[in-house]
């Protein structure tokens, strides 16, 4: 009896309470909101079924999943809010990132995340290059991470007449993050001094540590002495950052990318023309070279990488076309030698190389003769075709006016951009970037310079190539021409004191508003 009123006394002890108040002050009983007390039963299994977590990996939108996993603090500093309010009055520049990235940023999201590095980095090609894959800069650096030769080699990336590892994106982002974990070990953990030597070399950023140190200043980044495109180079990239974690509080809307693989990497095992395996994956040439942006020239390299990114929805009938057409992806012409012919000159007439040629003839050395027959590799389409490749793409920079007129100049042995450039009275930079290359890029005999000139000096400027007359002086040339005798001695690499000979051959850069030539 004593046992059963023990247990009725505890009963109604746990019922009171269960009817007491709250901290708050309000009654946690079903009475004061007329609401039924939730069953027991009915709480045990909404307990088993509960909501499903929101993940970055699980967002509709690669962005957002980025977006979710940006931890890097960003300061209230007047670069970071510069370089905000940069990209909050420029939202059509985000709309184009996001229209280049769609094809790769998922790709490097994925990479970033399995190596479990800042998803801070992979908002990094878009301050390198704007995410444009064949973005070339004036420091010779190629590719959406923006390598430099002597790095990509350093790393790996390949880079020849067929093929340029700083444009393959799937090596390109692997050397990358690569460089990037390397540089983060080195400043012990601290990111945001990686990524400014990411921008001006690891020794720069060392050195202005060192410097800070032995001042007894501060080396967090924003206090480095640092070149003013470094300065810049990082909080670009924390206000990026800001940016994207808040559109909606900044009021911008970038365009979402499916968070989804939209390509497969496929590797056929065998030099292909870009414009069959164009067709073997039923797209346009255009869109497989925009996908494949390391292939300079109308097909993949002979020696290889071959591997090709294929959207997903052509991968299967890539992979049968291949293999039901094995050994037919190049177009082989026969030739007869004739006299005269070599191999350079049979590889530079059809846009290939003279190991290409060894290659499809099995020879081991130069040696052709007359009457010989050659297979030769050549494009199974018309140049044009290939929109994208080194040769069009360089025609179209050329083509592109900057001045009231355009002229052409042959590369002779010799000379460099600095001094074609001075010449014509025009920067080495602009010389340079008219002819998309790098001002510190070297040049190749007979390679063509385009160069344009506003004509606000009233002259316009030709190449001459005079051959020396008998009486000829220099003094007399330079006074024919309109030039100075000293430029003439310059732009022919002469001595002062040099005669010149009957038959030989000078180049004048000459004024054709002033003389007839």
Known sequence: MRVTYSWVLALLLAGCQLTQPTDSGENA????NNTPA???TESSQHNANPQPVETPQSQ???WQRIAMQL???IPDHKAVNYYRSWY???PNHLKTVSKRAEPFLYLITEEIEERGLPLELALLPVVESSFDAFAYSHGSAAGLWQFIPSTGKMFGLEQNFWYDGRRDVSKSTDAALTYLTNLNKRFDGEWTHAIAAYNSGGGRVSRAIRKNNGLGKPIDFFSLDLPKETSGYVPKLLALADVIA????YGIKIPPIANKPVVTLVDP?????LAIAAQYAGISVKQLQSLNPAYNQWSTAPSGPHQLLIPNHSVDKFKVEVEKNRGKGLKLVRYKVKSGDSLSVLAKRNNTTTKVIQKANGLNGHNIRAGQYLLIPVSAKEEQTYELSATNRLAKTQSKSRGKYKLTHTVSSGESLWSIAKANKVSHQSLAKWNGMGPRDTLRQGQKLVIWKDNTDGGIIRTVFYKVRSGDTISGIANKFKVKSQDIVKWNGLSKATFIKPGQQLKL????TKVSV
Request: charged share 40%; net charge negative.
């Open 29 to 32: 009983s079903s009475a004061t």
């Open 38 to 40: 939730v069953d027991q």
């Open 60 to 62: 509709e939108d690669v």
């Open 71 to 73: 931890e890097m603090p």
């Open 88 to 90: 909050l009055k420029h």
């Open 246 to 249: 808040n559109q909606e509080k």
């Open 269 to 273: 095992k065998e030099q292909l023309d």
């Open 509 to 512: 850069y000459v004024d054709v």
